[in-house]
């Protein structure tokens, strides 16, 4: 048997659609339907339903996903393994952030990490969901939440603190400043449903129960960029808010949020050279205090 084939089925299984699993892959859809079929066939079984809403396994597929997954887990450790007798600062390391921790944290230090490191490529996944590290979805994590299962090193790198943000073309026709706003009569940017437990949500769940919202969005570059616009007031990194010109601070982040950041990487792979070196430039990279 093929792993490939089972890898293709494996994603299907977890997304739910063909279309899912090929945005995990990489893939287009009908080249993933093509191998799904194919293991169909020699397995001699039909492994998904295919409804309206999607693939749903069928009881055979929920055994073959079992067998698969432990497959699976054989060739991870195995990666892990040989991964971890690498002696040499070279080769790809994938790290997972959040959009704005990527672009504003780790993006203006990667022209001095390539200076250091010429012979790693980074490739870096900006996603706002928690990567499965086990899975080998990421090689590193760089996150604001911290772990609660798997076989992992956690490794604080710094803080992200978060404030209160309006345009200056906002604040003025509203009448606001810093200490000086009542969000019950503005227009709040926030985080889509999926997200409203994470960095900002909370504190508007708490302190904007009347507001109106203006937008909702799964990115942190989006709020910046709708609060900017005079959309309605946002709670956006401080790093990069206090920068811009166009925006006025409302509230500071020891009133709002100050994120702490964890490296976080699966045991197996902190001996080896290029994940150890990639990690110790992180942890330098964000701020240490406010």
């Known amino acids: ?114 200076r250091l490191y010429p012979g790693i490529m980074l490739e870096i996944v900006a996603r706002m969901d928690v990567v499965n590290l086990s899975r080998r979805e990421a090689d590193i994590a760089l996150r604001g939440v911290r772990p609660t299962a798997g076989d992992l090193v956690v490794r604080p790198a710094g803080i992200w603190p978060y404030g209160l943000y309006a345009s200056r073309d906002y604040s003025e026709a509203h009448g606001l400043g810093l200490g000086r706003f009542d969000l019950s009569r503005l227009a709040i940017i926030t985080w889509t449903e999926q997200y409203a437990n994470l960095r900002g949500g909370p504190w508007f769940a708490k302190h904007a129960r009347g507001a109106a919202v203006a937008l909702t969005s799964d990115s942190a570059r989006v ?50 050279a290029r994940i150890r070196a990639v990690m110790e430039f992180l942890a330098d990279v964000p701020p240490k205090r406010l």
């Open 1 to 114: 048997m093929d792993w490939d084939d089972f890898k293709h089925f494996l994603a299907v299984a977890r997304a739910g659609s063909l279309t899912g699993a090929a945005r995990t892959l990489k893939s287009s859809p009908p080249t993933v339907g093509r191998r799904v079929t194919a293991l169909e066939k020699k397995l001699g079984t039909r492994l998904f339903d295919r409804r309206q809403s999607g693939y749903a396994l069928t009881e055979g597929g929920e055994l073959i996903r079992t067998k698969a997954e432990e497959m699976e887990d054989a060739i991870i450790s195995a990666e892990r393994e040989a991964l971890s007798r690498d002696l040499r600062a070279t080769g790809k390391v994938r790290v997972a952030a959040s959009d704005d921790i990527a672009a504003y944290v780790i993006g203006p230090s990667l022209g001095r990490f390539r």
């Open 223 to 272: 709020h910046l960029a709708a609060c900017k616009a005079g959309a309605g007031v946002a709670i956006l990194p401080s790093r990069v808010a206090d920068r811009d010109p166009d925006l006025v601070c409302l509230a500071r982040p020891d009133q709002v949020l100050s994120l702490e950041l964890l490296l976080v990487v699966h045991r197996d792979l902190v001996r080896t």
